[in-house]
């Protein structure tokens, strides 16, 4: 039996492979539209052109920038060559060969294809733009490409051009969608810390959730957290093998961006950088508040090995000063209750003083009387009171202790105490004077002491017999003209132990006459341009105020010292106590 080959005519052959050249490019066009993978385009973009021409090395190249192109797919090459970026100045428009030989290639480029046995580029093309380029050795079957291979392969090429760009868009939209997800991720995470950080007012556990927020979100081995305290930092948080080292506090505290610890230079041996990578730190972050360092928070390496990215470092940022801020709010929320707290006290303690104090004058026969006592802060050290002795004779008191606030009224309540216990001696004001004194030396830390004026009134004759422990000199202003300052007496209160009896006087009161007792905030008060009240006004108001009863008297004194001051304030305790006798 004898076999004949049947051929087909020669144009039938020609349609023939020009059917089945379009169904080939149909196929790879409908595979490769098919996905999205670009890694996967490329290969296939590869094995078809190297299966059609028998080829057993191929390169494709996608453009970076205008004249740049990078490697990114080989065959039967070297992989080590992904990556790397050729230069192009004059970028193909069409199919050409690269010569066989270095020596013959002209340009850059082409020795480097034609070293790697590439000898055909095709260019990419999506419209006007090339894309990349393809390039492939000869086949096995070393012969010229015809007219309809040209074509064949060019289509190839401009079918994947549209198919890479497309999937490149698809990368970077996948690209921006997982950046896009990441900040959603780390925004709820900050909203979750902010609102966990909120509901806590415990500092040490504030640190941790920062601790475990750092771990699950970054993924890092160790960390450390230093606060600002003062001029230095105190470390509330270390998560490192060993101590810090004493030598990065001030490396630490002059920090003013985020710094990947690789990047450091500087000399080798004890510099940041190998103290830092010493305890295994590779990124730090300050913390700030305000404008201010509060802190630096250090992190060491991840668990997937991946290094810092600067949105790693503004996540860190972010999450840092998140919990600085918690922490500073902590402190000023419990500064404010300790301090309201304190306040509270205070208003205790004012009560308590006030209690101390006359609350009503007694009436005295034939005399008026008032009082005030104005404290510059919530509790003072000013003292004034009016003891009945019995018989129609009657101690009048006023003392200033030095200083202000609680510790001060600490002392004007003991010298109080004392007054009260020994009055009822019936001891001469000079010896009273004096055993007040050893009391005070006895109950008083060095450097505290008080001035106190106090006399005995004797309400029939109108005498005052009286001792001046180093206070303001009280004026007794006469009815008709005359001042007299009651300056007899001796030291003040509490600086040493009496060596010698107080020196006592007594003066008569006469109808119309008016005794003014005040301590020095009053004729000490100062304006705004630094002036004092002085006892000169106090002479001419008292001089001036003669006929006008006790009360008014009063509140002129008040009103006369509060609108001098102005805008200076009260500086000091201002206590007044007048005593009139009453014509007849």
């Known amino acids: 039996m004898s076999t004949r080959k049947k051929f087909l005519p020669r144009d039938t052959t020609s349609e023939f492979q020009r059917r089945f050249d379009f169904r080939s490019l149909f196929e790879f066009s409908s595979i490769i539209n098919s996905s999205t993978d670009l890694g996967f385009i490329l290969g296939h ?34 992989h080590g060559l992904l990556g790397t970026e050729i230069v192009i100045r004059r970028i193909p428009r069409k199919l050409i060969s690269v010569p066989a030989t270095e020596g013959a290639a002209r340009s850059r480029w082409a020795k480097f294809f034609s070293a790697h046995g590439i000898r055909t580029i095709i260019p990419m093309t999506e419209g006007e733009r090339v894309v990349g380029l393809v390039g492939f050795a000869p086949g096995q079957i070393r012969r010229k490409l015809s007219i309809e291979q040209v074509e064949y392969l060019t289509s190839l090429a401009n079918i994947a051009a549209v198919s890479i760009v497309r999937a490149t868009a698809y990368a970077e939209v996948d690209l921006s969608n997982r950046a896009l997800n990441r900040k959603i991720q780390e925004l709820n995470t900050l909203f979750e810390l902010s609102k966990e950080l909120n509901a806590v007012l415990d500092p040490e556990r504030m640190v941790k959730l920062l601790m475990f927020s750092v771990m699950g979100q970054i993924g890092a081995h160790r960390c450390f957290l230093s606060l600002r305290r003062g001029d230095g930092l105190v470390h509330v948080l270390r998560k490192i093998d060993g101590d810090i080292p004493a030598g990065l506090n001030r490396y630490l505290g002059g920090l003013k961006e985020p710094v990947i610890v690789s990047t450091l230079t500087g000399p080798s041996g004890r510099g940041p950088r190998d103290l830092l990578g010493g305890i295994g730190i590779e990124a730090v972050i300050p913390l700030r508040a305000r404008n201010e360092l509060k802190g630096v928070f250090g992190v060491g390496g991840r668990m997937n090995d991946r290094t810092y990215s600067q949105a790693d470092l503004d996540f860190l940022s972010s999450l840092g000063n998140l919990a600085v801020i918690a922490l500073e709010n902590t402190r000023l929320f419990r500064e404010a209750l300790d301090k309201q707290k304190l306040e509270d006290e205070l208003l205790i303690a004012r009560e308590i003083q006030r209690g101390l104090l006359p609350a009503d004058l007694p009436k005295v026969r034939g005399f008026s009387m008032a009082a005030v006592n104005i404290s510059s802060k919530q509790v003072g050290g000013d003292y004034y009171d009016v003891i009945p002795l019995g018989g129609g004779r009657w101690v009048f008191a006023i003392g200033d202790v030095s200083g202000k606030g609680t510790p001060a009224s600490l002392l004007m309540a003991s010298l109080q105490a004392s007054i009260r216990a020994l009055v009822p001696l019936d001891l001469s004001l000079s010896e009273l004077t004096g055993r007040v004194n050893d009391l005070m030396v006895q109950n008083t830390n060095h450097g505290r002491f008080i001035t106190f004026f106090w006399g005995i009134l004797s309400e029939g004759d109108g005498t005052f017999t009286y001792v001046n422990a180093g206070h303001n000199p009280p004026v ?109």
């Open 476 to 584: 007794l202003c006469r009815k008709g003209g005359g001042l007299e300052r009651l300056d007899r007496g001796g030291l003040i209160l509490g600086v040493m132990a009496t060596q010698s009896p107080y020196d006592q006087a007594t003066v008569e009161l006469r109808p119309g006459d008016t005794l003014c007792l005040y301590t020095d905030g009053v004729s000490e008060a100062m304006s705004p341009s630094g002036e004092e009240f002085g006892e000169g006004r106090i002479d001419e108001m008292l001089s001036a105020s003669e006929g006008d009863p006790v009360e008014a008297v009063k509140d002129s004194f008040v009103n006369a010292v509060t609108t001098f001051a102005g805008a200076a304030g009260q500086y000091d305790d201002i206590t007044l106590l007048f005593l009139r006798r009453e014509d007849a």
């Open 45 to 78: 973009l590869l094995l078809t052109i190297m299966g059609k021409l028998l080829s057993l090395r191929g390169v494709v190249l996608l453009g970076s920038e205008e004249t740049s192109f990078r490697i990114r797919s080989v065959r039967g090459l070297d």
